[in-house]
């Protein structure tokens, strides 16, 4: 397994993690306030009118993108000599990463300029976001 690939699994499996929290603490009605290690409202932000698109919640949104990552660099490992070679496979992680690079850079934009406050989770989401972006080009 290249570095590249263990990194790649890495990184979707911490993105799982973080927007499954997310999620946890949106659903969980009786869990304790969503604390933010910045010293900011992470409320402010995962609660604000942007906080969704087309009815679905953005950390919904990017555990999908997470899982189908994880299991699209779990395909590659697995089976690497016809994964890598698939030309199809690549095409759509570079495609999936991109789209997921450039929206999460949008809701960083929103923050700054729409809400005026941050999320940790969301800023994140966001590292992890580019980190996998980068990655993908070396899978």
């Not at 993690?17 to 402010?44: E, F, I, T």
């Not at 199809?88 to 700054?112: E, R, T, Y």
């Amino acid at each position: 397994m290249s570095v590249f690939t263990a990194s790649f699994i890495t990184l979707a499996i911490m993105g799982i993690a973080d927007a499954s929290y997310l999620v946890w603490k949106h659903y969980s009605h009786k869990a304790s306030p969503l604390v933010c290690p910045l010293d900011h409202d992470c409320s402010k932000v995962t609660e604000s009118k942007w906080s969704s698109i087309f009815l679905v919640r953005n950390e919904l949104l990017g555990l999908l993108f997470y899982a189908s990552m994880l299991v699209a660099g779990l395909m590659i490992f697995l089976r690497p000599t016809f994964f890598l070679f698939s030309f199809p496979l690549l095409l759509l992680i570079k495609i999936a990463a991109g789209g997921s690079f450039l929206f999460s850079l949008f809701l960083i934009l929103v923050q700054i300029y729409k809400i005026k406050d941050y999320c940790f989770y969301c800023m994140l989401s966001a590292l992890i976001t580019l980190l996998l972006f980068v990655n993908v080009f070396f899978l």
